[in-house]
Every structure is written in C-alpha cells, then in structure tokens.
C-alpha cells in the first residue's frame, strides 16, 4: 500500500489543483493506493507551515502522516533530498487536478521531476509562485 502526498490549492480532493509548491501548500491531498492499484481513501489535510519558513518542517510534517509519496508542482533540490532521507518517492514539476495527477502515476506516466533551480534556497517555499519552467501550475 503507498499513501500519496499531493500538494493541493484546496481542500477539494480529487477536483483540487496542485500547487505550484510544496512548502506553500495550502493543503496536501492524502491517497491511498492499495496494492491492486486501486484508490482507497481520499483526505485533505491543512499544510500548518505553510506561512512558515522552517527548512525540513513540511518534509517531516508530510512524513509524520505516514506518507511515501510527495507529488508536487515544483520542489527544490534540497528539499528533494531530505524526502528521499526520510525513504520517500518524489515527483516534482506536476500541475492540474489531483486526480489527473493520481489517474497518470497509476499510468506509469509520472516521471521524477527535475528540481526548480531558483526554488534551490532549501527553504521549502516557492515564493508564491511556479517555476514557469514546465514544474509550477502553468504546465500541463
């Protein structure tokens, strides 16, 4: 079973967007996947650090809700490897719905994404905004 992490807009589920970042997540969007593939439950949970700039709180916070996968709209380097330090599976540079999000993992269609490299402070925020570069919610 794997427990996805995805940085979300909205507590909308499914129909929430990703977030250009992962540190300034309003919300992350909690989906578990069963060892079948299928999706199981669907919860949102409040980022509490989001008007923070605590380098490696979000990465233990996400971590401490059992999660082993953080899909993200943009995520800088060092943030991308404390996640791999905690033993999880990071995709970065991700946008539109949750659940198209999910539909192309399940797919085999989310390929790691290469950090934003003006989101490499190691502060885990994306200053509000997406990298443009094909990682923030421009992309498709």
Known sequence: MKLLAITSD????LN????????????FTLVTIDDDGKVGDI?????????????GA???FIRSLN????????MGQRAQQIFTN?????RAGKSGT????IDA??????????????HDNGDGHGDGHGCGDGHGPAAN
Do not use: D, W
Not at 16 to 27: E, L, M, N, T, Y
């Open 10 to 13: 909205s507590a909308a589920g």
């Open 16 to 27: 929430a967007q990703v977030s250009g970042h992962f540190g300034a997540a309003a919300f």
């Open 43 to 55: 919860r949102s949970e409040a980022n509490p650090h989001a008007q923070q700039h605590t380098p």
């Open 58 to 60: 979000v990465p233990k």
């Open 67 to 74: 999660a082993n996968v953080i899909i993200a709209g943009g």
């Open 86 to 90: 905690l033993g999880m599976e990071v």
């Open 98 to 101: 949750v659940g198209n999000v």
């Open 105 to 118: 993992y399940l797919a085999g269609q989310l390929a790691e994404g290469a950090p934003c490299q003006h």
